[in-house]
Structure formats: C-alpha cells, structure tokens
C-alpha cells in the first residue's frame, strides 16, 4: 500500500503480489534503509545482505521454479523494485541481478547450467552481474572490442570493461566479446565466466559516481582468460547482439518502473518535510506555491504509475514491442529527475545535503537516462514505430 495512494493497486498485481509487497517493505526498510550511508562509504553493500535477500526470497522470483529460481513472473520483480525504491535504497543491484542478468541464463544457458547457477543466484551465494560498456562504445553495442577466441575447449578473452554493476561482488558474469572482430553485429557473442580464482580476470578502480555511491560500480578486465566452450550462451557463436536485444526491453521497462518509484517515493518525503517544517510561522506546505508543486507531482507520478502498469500488463501476456518498453524507460526516468529536483527545492538547503534521503535520490537519479540505452537512444527507437 502506498502512503501516497492509499487505495491503488495496480490491475495486474495478484493477492501473492501484494503480500510479496508487504514482505518486501519490512525487510528493506529493515535491512537497507538504515545502512544507506555506510553502504555509500565502502562502495557497495555488504555481502552477506545478498545471502540475506535470498533467505528472504526476495532474488529470482522471476525465474523458473524447476531450475532453483521463485517460479513467478516480472510482476514479482516489479514489486520488489519499487518497495526497494520507496526504501531509499540506491545500493543494492538487485534488479541487474534478478531482473536483467539472471534472465540471460535462464534464456540461453544450458540445463545444467541453469540448475548449477539459477539456485545460488537465488540464495545470493552468487551475484551475478554483465559486462557491455567499454571505454568509447557506450550505447553502441557493435563496437565492442573484447575479444573471444576459441583454443581447444575454451575461449580466450582479452578486453576491458567499464562501469560494471555487481563488480565487487559477482561471482558469475556475462561477458558481451567479438568471436568475429570482422563481421559488425553478427559478430557478438555472450558468455559466461565464473570468476572465483579466475585466472586473467581482474576487478579494476572503483568508480565514484555522482550518485549511487553504495552500488559497487567498477571497471574489470581480462588477460588471457579463459573460458569454457560451454559458458558461450546459446551454443553458437554470433547469437550475442540478438540475445541482447531480446532482453533489452525487460531491462528498459525495469528502469522506467524503478524511475516512477524513486519519484513517487521522493514526494512522500517531500509531504512529510513540509508537514513538519515551518516558515514564518506555519508549516510550508500551507502556502499555495508548496501546495501546488506537490499537487503536480504526485498527479504525474500517478500517471506514470499508469503507464507502467500497461506496460507490465502487456510484459505479462507477451506482447509488450521495444518502442513500449522505450517509452517506459524514457518518461519514467525524465519524470524521475524532473519530480526528485522539485521536491529537492522544497527542502531548500537541506535538501542539498547527502544525509537527507532527497538529496540521495537526486544524485542517483540522472543516471537513469543514461544506462540501459540512453534516453536520446530510446526516442531512435520509439520514432521508428512512427
């Protein structure tokens, strides 16, 4: 239930999704909120809260019950994202693990793979995490420059990776690398090292972020790593770019969903703040201009509440397209921002300190229009549904 709608539930959330949704706000209001700025000093999470989330069944719900995974669909996944959200939280990478990346195996690996990996990434014995972005590719994926080159039964990877999520603390990751340097997307392929004792595998600088501080975001490279032939996803090479591809609108989607969250979680705090505080004699939000901001924000949020309930609903019975999880992704992550900073303003000096919640979400929200395909690349993809 949402402080700032009391009564919404969204028509798709089943009677299983709204007791996870209770489950979900205790344990993270519980084992997230209070650990924000100390997760944001040591730069990422502890470890044992993975293993603390899982015993919690709180990891892979979306994945299949037959292999180790929660046996439900994206709408428990979505419920987890935004309690994680209205928690406070912009440390834990829960939905790189659970929604983006475990999808990968559960799509493309092999049975025994699946039933090796997909219950310890539910537990959270293993994190998992994907290696895209290099230094100069950015959004285009094409120009990756990793290589894999098969050797007998392995693959030898060369390359380096930038601003890798899960990097501290992934056990397993997906690798996107050329098997063919030469032949553009055609030439991609993904693959998965399991990194404890790797050798060639290497955790680079941390990387300090904007915002976002707790979330172990780092570069990796490889040297000579090798990699077995039947960690290459799918079996054949040159699947990668279509395999990504097919996964980017769940990631899309799971932004703009989180987006709306963090914004509708930011109002919430806005309306406590200007209940408590007073100026010249009375709490601001008795003067129209608070009044009034509050009011258009927590009217857009539920619009974008709307429109992301759609989308899952049409996520959920097949036929969400990639212009729609585009849009998702765009308006859910500019309303972000745009609602964060009007509520920021509200807490006038305080709300530029990093010790308020406000600020924390201010900072980690600009880099939702930037990952997961940035938000210039979404409008490509929607205008060519035009």
Same mark, same amino acid.
């Given at each position: ?6 009564? *919404? ?8 999704? +709204?007791? $996870? ?10 084992? @997230?909120?209070?650990?924000?700025? !100390? ?33 439900? #669909? ?16 912009? +440390? ?12 990968? =195996? ?38 990756? !420059? ?8 392995? *693959?030898?990877? #060369?390359?380096?990776?930038? &601003?890798?999520? #899960? ?7 997906? =690798? ?13 392929? $993904? ?40 960690? $290459? ?8 770019? *279509? ?19 963090? +914004?509708?979680? @930011? ?12 100026? &010249? ?10 009044? &009034?901001?509050? @009011? ?23 036929? $969400? ?30 709300? *530029? ?5 406000? +600020? ?5 929200? !600009?880099?939702?229009? =930037?990952?997961?395909?940035? #938000? ?5 993809? =929607?205008? !060519?549904?035009?």
């Amino acid at each position: 239930m949402s402080e700032l709608f009391p009564d *919404y539930r969204s028509p798709w959330e089943s009677d299983d999704q +709204a007791l $996870l949704r209770k489950h979900a706000a205790a344990f993270f209001r519980k084992e @997230a909120t209070p650990h924000q700025e !100390r997760w944001a000093q040591q730069h990422h999470v502890d470890r044992e809260f993975w293993t603390k989330a899982g015993d919690a069944g709180l990891l892979c719900l979306g994945l299949p019950e037959q292999y180790g995974g929660g046996g439900g #669909n994206f709408g428990h996944e979505a419920v987890v994202q935004q309690e994680l959200a209205l928690a406070h939280d912009t +440390a834990f990478g829960f939905n790189v693990h659970s929604t983006i990346v475990a999808h990968y =195996i559960a799509a493309y690996a092999t049975d025994e793979q699946k039933k090796r990996w997909i219950p310890k990434m539910a537990s959270g014995e293993m994190v998992i995490g994907v290696a895209m972005t290099e230094p100069g590719t950015g959004s285009d994926l094409q120009a990756v !420059r990793t290589t894999a080159i098969r050797d007998g039964d392995h *693959y030898v990877v #060369n390359g380096s990776k930038t &601003f890798i999520s #899960n990097a501290t603390h992934c056990d397993l990751l997906v =690798i996107v690398a050329k098997t063919d340097p030469s032949a553009g997307a055609t030439g991609i392929s $993904l693959f998965v090292a399991e990194t404890r004792g790797l050798d060639g595998f290497e955790r680079g600088r941390v990387l300090h972020k904007i915002g976002q501080h707790g979330q172990d975001t780092r570069e990796l490279s490889f040297t000579d790593m090798r990699v077995p032939v039947e960690n $290459l996803l799918g079996g054949v090479e040159g699947r990668g770019f *279509y395999q990504l591809m097919e996964q980017l609108p769940r990631e899309r989607l799971i932004l703009g969903i989180a987006g709306v969250a963090m +914004a509708e979680a @930011a109002v919430i705090e806005t309306v406590k703040y200007a209940k408590e505080r007073r100026a &010249f004699g009375k709490p601001i939000l008795d003067f129209q201009n608070t009044q &009034f901001v509050l @009011a258009e924000c927590k009217t857009e949020v539920l619009a974008g509440k709307a429109l992301m309930d759609h989308c899952i609903a049409r996520y959920l019975d097949g036929t $969400l397209d990639a212009a729609t999880a585009s849009m998702a992704k765009l308006w859910g992550t500019d309303k972000q921002v745009e609602i964060i900073d009007r509520c920021l303003q509200i807490f006038g000096g305080y709300g *530029y300190m990093m010790e308020y919640p406000i +600020a924390q979400m201010y900072a980690a929200a !600009r880099v939702q229009k =930037i990952y997961g395909g940035t #938000n210039e690349i979404m409008k490509v993809l =929607i205008s !060519r549904s035009l």
